[in-house]
């Protein structure tokens, strides 16, 4: 399946999401392959006998979140000018959502950007983070906080690649795929809560289907004016959660699964959704081995670290809700007294 990316306000940026097997690629151009050593030493040799090119490079950075960051990137952009690469030179980001983000940014520098390719290969990044564009590093400040909105030239993603990624990582990578069913596909949702997606073909139904979404999306409003925001459901929550375990206790996909959790009762409470609804979205994360509890310490603690978010302003939480399944409100206007009534369902000391 191809998935075109057309994004609204761009007559020039085009380019294609291909599911499917690997295809053989050929390049009259330097290439450099960025990736990691977990991935390398599973993978390269497929890719290797998959690509030809001009003169090729392979970049190997070290695994891990707490590489992505600047001094990762002058690395690569070293590696780089050591390899003379051109300004017709083309990147290959080869590994999950760290490699891609990363690879992309490091592309959007190199004299001053040349073109990439995302060939993703855990599922978090096959559904989300190499579609769209947003590419950047952490810094001590926070995640994700340098980067640059700069597109692929073309995305391949080959549900193979899968077969090795660790059962847990799995997971996470299906929690974002039940966060666009839920936002915008009522449909797929119900698709999901009968297929247990063990087969590779229902397994590639359903990414083709969350990419589609995703393209959808970005398609309208590449750098997050609008309804690219809605992405962040669970998020709100799940930052938090992330920030008070340091990003050690969960899988970012796995504080989404709990913010989503969240959400949906907070959306109970406006009367947005109703609650066999809410024990639905449970079940089918449950389903799919992730959590969906989260013990609160302190409530007004939890609820001050909302406003360390980078889409919070003017003293305003912007929250994704559900409406209902398939369909989603925004809304910024939440009284404390309600969020902080849903952060109590949460919280470690129960209080009647
Ligand atoms: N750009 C975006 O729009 C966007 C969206 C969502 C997330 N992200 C970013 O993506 C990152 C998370 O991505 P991720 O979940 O892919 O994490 P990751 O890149 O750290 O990959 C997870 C682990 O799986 C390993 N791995 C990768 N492919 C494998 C395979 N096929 N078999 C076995 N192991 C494999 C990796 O080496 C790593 O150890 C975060 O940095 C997040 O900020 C970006």
Redesign the pocket.
């Known amino acids: 399946m191809i998935v075109p990316i057309n994004l609204e306000n761009s007559s020039t940026i085009e380019y294609a999401v291909t599911i499917d097997k690997l295809p053989n690629l050929s390049f009259d151009t330097k290439v450099a392959i960025v990736t ?1 050593p ?2 390398s030493s ?2 390269l040799e497929k890719l290797l006998s998959k690509i030809k090119a001009k003169d090729l490079t392979i970049v190997t950075v070290p ?3 707490e590489y ?1 960051n600047l001094n990762t990137v002058v690395d690569i952009l070293d590696e780089l000018f050591e390899n003379k690469l051109d300004r017709k030179s083309l990147l290959i980001a080869f ?7 990363m690879t ?1 940014f490091t592309a959007s520098l190199y004299q001053r950007g040349i073109s990439f390719i995302q060939i ?6 096959q559904v ?9 590093v ?1 810094n001590r400040f926070g ?2 906080l340098i980067g640059a909105f700069y597109q692929p030239k073309a995305v391949y993603i080959d549900i193979d ?6 059962k847990r ?1 799995f997971s ?2 299906m929690a ?1 795929l039940i966060k666009m069913s839920v936002m915008f596909d009522s449909k797929f949702f119900n698709f999901l809560e009968k297929d247990s997606l063990s087969s590779k073909e229902s397994l590639e139904k359903a990414i083709a289907r969350s990419v589609e979404l995703k393209a959808w999306v970005v398609n309208q409003d590449e750098k997050e004016a609008g309804i690219r925001a809605v992405l962040n459901y669970g998020h709100t929550f799940a930052h938090v959660i992330e920030n008070e375990t340091n990003y050690k206790r969960f ?3 796995e504080a989404v699964s709990i913010g989503m959790v969240m959400a949906n009762l907070l959306s109970l409470e406006l009367g947005l959704i109703e609650k066999d609804e809410i024990e639905r979205i449970k079940e089918l994360l449950v389903t799919h081995n992730l959590p969906i509890d989260y013990k609160i310490e302190d409530i007004s603690l939890f609820y001050d670290k909302f406003f360390l978010d980078k889409k919070s302003s003017n003293n305003k939480i912007k929250f994704i809700l559900p409406k209902g399944i398939g369909n989603f409100e925004v809304r910024d206007d939440i009284s404390e007294d309600i969020i902080k009534k849903v952060l109590k369902k949460f919280s470690k000391v129960q209080t009647k």
């Open positions: 990691n977990t991935v599973l993978h695994d891990g979140e992505k590994g999950g959502g760290v490699i891609g983000d992309g993703p290969t855990t599922l978090l990044s989300d983070a190499s579609v769209g564009g947003k590419t950047g952490n995640k994700n690649f899968l077969d090795t990624l660790p990582e996470a990578g974002e899988l970012h996909g």
